[in-house]
Structure formats: C-alpha cells, structure tokens
C-alpha cells in the first residue's frame, strides 16, 4: 500500500468527520468557521504526509501496475481541501459549509480509490 493502513485509516476518518461536522453547520444554516479551517488543516497536512510516503514508496521497488493514474490521484487529493476552504470563505451562507461537506467525503473516496490502484483491486 502507497501509505500504512492506519494513515489511510486515520485520513479517511479524519475526512468524514470533517464532512460531518460541516453538515451539522449546513444544517444549522451557518457559514464555514474557524472550526472548519482548521479541520481542514489537519485534513491537508495528513494528505501531504501520504504524498511524501506514496512517492518515497513509489522511487523504490514497489508501486502499483499503472504509475501515472496513481501519481495523479496522489497529487489531486491535497488539491480538494484547498479548494473547499477557498469555496467555503468565498460562499459565506450555509452552502459554504456544504461544499466542505462535498470535500471531506471526496477526499475520503479518493483515499480508497488510492488504496484500490495500489493494491490492483477495482482497477
């Protein structure tokens, strides 16, 4: 696997929580917060963290059948979150809240789709 599994663990966790506790906010019709950034924070630096390990693993021996599916993948998942809190500062009712929603659970899906090209599986 590119990462540990309990990096892809903890980041998938991390990411539907964060999308958790957006909804909760677009559900009480109230705008991204400060609570929200810095989810986002923590969701961006274990992202970061994957991409250095999954290149680290990649120069060595191991890596998954087709590299460059997975290399875009691993460069595109530090992008939503980043992308999310732009939206979200932007869009300053509840529907910023609700695009984090969008970006927790992307991230979270693309986490396993990650975990699935390293692994051979759903290819």
Do not use: C
Request: overall charge neutral; charged content about 10%.
């Amino acid at each position: 696997m590119p990462v540990t599994n309990v990096l892809a663990t903890v980041i998938i966790v991390v990411a539907l929580l964060v999308a958790a506790y957006a909804l909760v906010a677009a559900l009480r019709n109230r705008a991204m917060d400060l609570g929200h950034l810095i989810s986002l924070g923590v969701l961006e630096a274990l992202l970061i963290a994957q991409a250095v390990v999954g290149f680290v693993k990649l120069s060595g021996d191991e890596g998954p059948a087709s590299s460059a599916t997975f290399i875009g993948y691993l460069l595109a998942v530090p992008l939503i979150p980043l992308a999310g809190a732009g939206w979200g500062l932007l869009e300053r009712t509840r529907w910023g809240s609700a695009v984090i929603v969008i970006a927790g659970t992307g991230v979270a899906v693309m986490v396993v789709r990650l975990n699935q090209l390293w692994s051979g599986t759903g290819v």
